[in-house]
């Protein structure tokens, strides 16, 4: 049979954080041979980055999918590449690690000032009285030193960052329905999970964010940190559609219609459970 539609398999080769060799599959299939190793270690850019990637190549595999050109051995082979590659996937707490290891060491950066405290972003305003005093750029940035020396802020925001992470890295990797309740939004701090590590809850959600809102770097760096977090959660819901997706093609292809409507009626040899979240909302 004339796969036709088979090219844009090769889309899947540039799905987040891997990178394709030049070996060519059997049976015709698009050269594929993903890494594990490329974008290990990386920091939210490239995740985000890896998102926006996995985006156009699901889009073009939903289309090929569904071209009846396309045969089942050929689906059956994308649906196991698409899982195994997705098990490879950094998840987001692999690079908020990096990106709280870098906030760490920056601390004592001749530039702290300017890129964190006199950066500004039309789109997320800060209320800082000192963003708003009739003075240059230099005297401003006198009086942020000052204000972080008098304050300990170096010290104390690294404090926070180290509760924040600890926070995050209980709840970042669920699906968004598996997650606590988060306490406050921009950026959240979620409620503790028993079942959690215990650096996840050392305080309480009310005192983690009022320690949060008075430090001057760790507050301004963890709204950016969250900044396009839903991106990566819309990468995960996407995901478990694609997979889903797949799986009916095949049982479409075998069967010579559409399975049946219960959820498990495409759970089998090639897909053992649904993945969680390919029934939620599609985000625009």
């Known amino acids: 049979m004339d796969s036709g539609g ?23 299939l698009p050269p594929l041979a993903p890494s594990p190793l490329v974008g290990r270690h990386g920091f939210l850019a490239e995740r985000l980055t890896g998102a926006a990637m996995h985006d156009d190549a699901s889009r073009a595999l939903t289309r090929w999918a569904a071209d009846p050109r396309v045969d089942a051995p ?8 698409v899982v195994a590659i997705d098990a490879m996937t950094v998840p ?7 990106e709280y290891l870098v906030f760490a060491r920056s601390l004592d950066d001749p530039n702290l000032v300017e890129d ?29 030193e000052v204000r972080l020396l008098a304050a ?32 406050r939004w921009d950026p959240p701090i979620y409620e503790p999970d028993p079942a959690g590590p215990p650096a996840s809850r050392a305080l309480p959600p009310g ?13 301004r760096i963890f709204r950016s940190f969250d900044r396009h977090a839903h991106l990566i959660d819309r990468e995960r819901a996407r995901q478990a559609r694609l997979v889903v997706h797949l799986a009916d093609q095949l049982y479409r292809r075998e069967h010579g219609g559409a399975p049946p409507p219960s959820p498990g009626a495409l759970a089998g040899p090639d897909l053992e459970a649904l993945p969680e979240g390919f029934d939620a909302p599609v985000e625009p």
Request: glycine share 4%; charged share 35%; net charge positive.
């Open 116 to 144: 964190v405290l006199m950066e500004r972003d039309p789109t997320r305003p800060v209320d800082d009285w000192c963003q708003d005093l009739p003075v240059g750029d230099a005297t401003k940035r006198r009086i942020h």
């Open 74 to 81: 050929l689906l059956r082979r994308a649906l196991a590449e």
């Open 92 to 98: 987001r707490s692999e690079a908020l690690k990096q």
């Open 6 to 28: 088979a090219a844009p398999l090769g889309v899947v080769a540039p799905f987040p954080r891997h990178s394709p060799t030049r070996a060519r599959g059997k049976k015709g």
């Open 207 to 219: 005192k983690l964010s009022r320690w949060l809102d008075s430090s001057m770097l760790a507050s």
């Open 152 to 183: 300990d802020d170096r010290e104390r925001s690294l404090r926070v960052a180290r509760l924040m992470t600890a926070n995050w890295l209980a709840e970042v990797d669920k699906p968004r329905s598996r997650r606590s309740a988060p306490a």
